[in-house]
C-alpha cells in the first residue's frame, strides 16, 4: 500500500509539474525568464511554507549547517530554471522534455568525477545511450543549413540542454547537502535563494504584464509549490528506485499538453531520442534498484554467517 501511495503520489507531482510549464510557456511571449522564476519561485513559498507547519517542520526543519552549500544548490538550481523557462518560450513542450531527461544522465557523469562513484560498464553503456538520444533530439535543431532550421530553434536547443547540465550539477550539491540538511530546509532555501537571484536579472526588462498573465504567474508558483510537496511525499512513502522511472510519464503527458494546447506535434527525432534516453534512464533506475537489494540482502544474510 505504501508503494501504490508513493508512485500515485510521483505522478500527481509529474502531472502538476507539467501543468506549471505549460503556464510558463503560454506566459513566455509576455514576460522574461528572470520573472517567471521570480513568480514561480516566490509563490511556491506559502505552500511550502503551510506545509511545513502542518508538518512540524518549521521550526527544527530549516535549521542549516551549510548554508554556503544551499546558495551553490540555489545558484545552480535557479539558472537552470531560467534557462528551461527561456527554452520553453522557444522549443515545443515535448522537446523541452525530452532534452530535459539528459539530467540524470549526465549526474552518473559529474557523480564519478565531483563524488567518486564507481561506473561500471553497465551504467556506462546507459549513458552512452542516454546521451545518443540526446543527440537525437538536438540532431534537428543544429543542422548547419539556414534553409532547414532556424536559429531562434537553435539557439533554444542550446539553452535546455545547457539547463538539463546545471541541473544535473545541482543534483550534485543535492547529493552533499542530504548528510547534513533536512528536506525541508533544501526546499525552502532553494525557493529563498531562487527569488533572490530572479531579482538580479530586473535590469534586463522586467514588465507589468497583463492581469490574466499575472494571475497565470501566480499560478505557476502555486502549483510550483504543490508538485515540490507530492514529490517530497512520494519519496517519503516508497524507495526511490521504485518511483523514479515513473518521471517519464511526464513525456506522454508533455506530448498530449503540447498538441492540444499549443498544437505542438513532436518530430521523429524528438520521439526516438526521447525513448533511447527515457530506456536508458529507466534500465539505470533498474539496475540500481536490483544492486540496492542485493546489497540489502548480503547485509541482513551476512551476520548469520559469523562464527
Known amino acids: 500500500m505504501s508503494s501504490l501511495r508513493g508512485i500515485t503520489f510521483k505522478i500527481l507531482s509529474v502531472c502538476v509539474f507539467v501543468a506549471m510549464s505549460a503556464i510558463i ?3 513566455a511571449e509576455y514576460v522574461p525568464p528572470g ?5 514561480r519561485s516566490l509563490f511556491a513559498i506559502p505552500v511550502i511554507g503551510v506545509w511545513l507547519a502542518l508538518s512540524g517542520d518549521l521550526r527544527t526543519g530549516l535549521k542549516t549547517s551549510d548554508p554556503m552549500g544551499h546558495f551553490w544548490r540555489g545558484l545552480l538550481g535557479t539558472t537552470s530554471m531560467g534557462l528551461s523557462f527561456a527554452g520553453l518560450g522557444l522549443l515545443p513542450l515535448p522537446e523541452v522534455t525530452a532534452i530535459g ?3 540524470p544522465i549526465i549526474v552518473v557523469i559529474f557523480a564519478a568525477m565531483f563524488l567518486g562513484e564507481q561506473v561500471r560498464l553497465f551504467r556506462l553503456s546507459m549513458v552512452v545511450l542516454g546521451l545518443a538520444g540526446v543527440l537525437v533530439v538536438l540532431s534537428p535543431r543544429l543542422q548547419l543549413d539556414p534553409a532547414t532550421i532556424s536559429s531562434r530553434e537553435s539557439l533554444g536547443a542550446v539553452i535546455v540542454l545547457l539547463s538539463a547540465v546545471l541541473v544535473a550539477l545541482a543534483q550534485i550539491f543535492v547529493r552533499k547537502l542530504v548528510n547534513t540538511e533536512t528536506t525541508s530546509a533544501i526546499v525552502f532555501y532553494f525557493s529563498v535563494t531562487a527569488v533572490l537571484l530572479s531579482l538580479l536579472t530586473l535590469p534586463w526588462g522586467w514588465v507589468v504584464p497583463p492581469l490574466h498573465v499575472v494571475a ?6 502555486l502549483l510550483g509549490g504543490v508538485g515540490q510537496i507530492l514529490l517530497t511525499t512520494s519519496y517519503r512513502n516508497t524507495d526511490a528506485s521504485l518511483i523514479a522511472s515513473f518521471e517519464y510519464t511526464s513525456m506522454l503527458l508533455a506530448i498530449i499538453v503540447g498538441y492540444t494546447v499549443f498544437g505542438e506535434v513532436p518530430g521523429a527525432a524528438t520521439l526516438a531520442g526521447g525513448a533511447m534516453i527515457v530506456i536508458a534512464g529507466i534500465l539505470i533506475i533498474l539496475r540500481e534498484r536490483h544492486l540496492g537489494l542485493e546489497r540489502a540482502r548480503q547485509r541482513k544474510v551476512g551476520p548469520t554467517n559469523l562464527p
Do not use: E, H, P, W
Open 25 to 27: 510557456k503560454a506566459t
Open 35 to 39: 520573472q517567471a522564476v521570480f513568480f
Open 101 to 103: 531527461y539528459a539530467a
Open 216 to 221: 497565470l504567474l501566480v499560478l505557476a508558483g
